[in-house]
């Protein structure tokens, strides 16, 4: 399947959540990343990411599709996912 | 057509466009929307998105899809989108 997941985590998680996706998935800005997923490699992203956040107060939105056939893009202004990028 | 629009813009603009965007779309989580949109609506999404932003530094990805009906969503952690929020 392909998935989209962007993440409103507190500063004090949020390069561990960086850092964990980037494990699977592709970094496309800002607390938001891209990819094809097995079910079973999403399983443990969510079993990850759960491990991470704090219920209380983080929020992390899977968007999951079929796959990305009939997903289309658009970007306005920089792309920074094309840059390089230390983290 | 079903959009999602994740934005990563300069803090002096971010709830300029957070506004703008609130016009056509729902909020999400931080930096987030997502919604229905026509073929004309988009264009003046895109417009006014394309004002506002410093394409130098500024990044706005909008994923379209045809609609929703394959699109699937878990949320982890807790539900911004359903709490009220001041802008």
Known sequence: MYVIIVYDVNVERVNQVKKFLRRYL??????VFEGELSEADLEEVKLGLSDIIDGSEDMVVIYRLPSNRSLKKD????DKSCSSEII
């Open 26 to 31: 592709t970094w496309i800005q800002n607390s």
């Open 75 to 78: 970007v306005l202004g920089i």
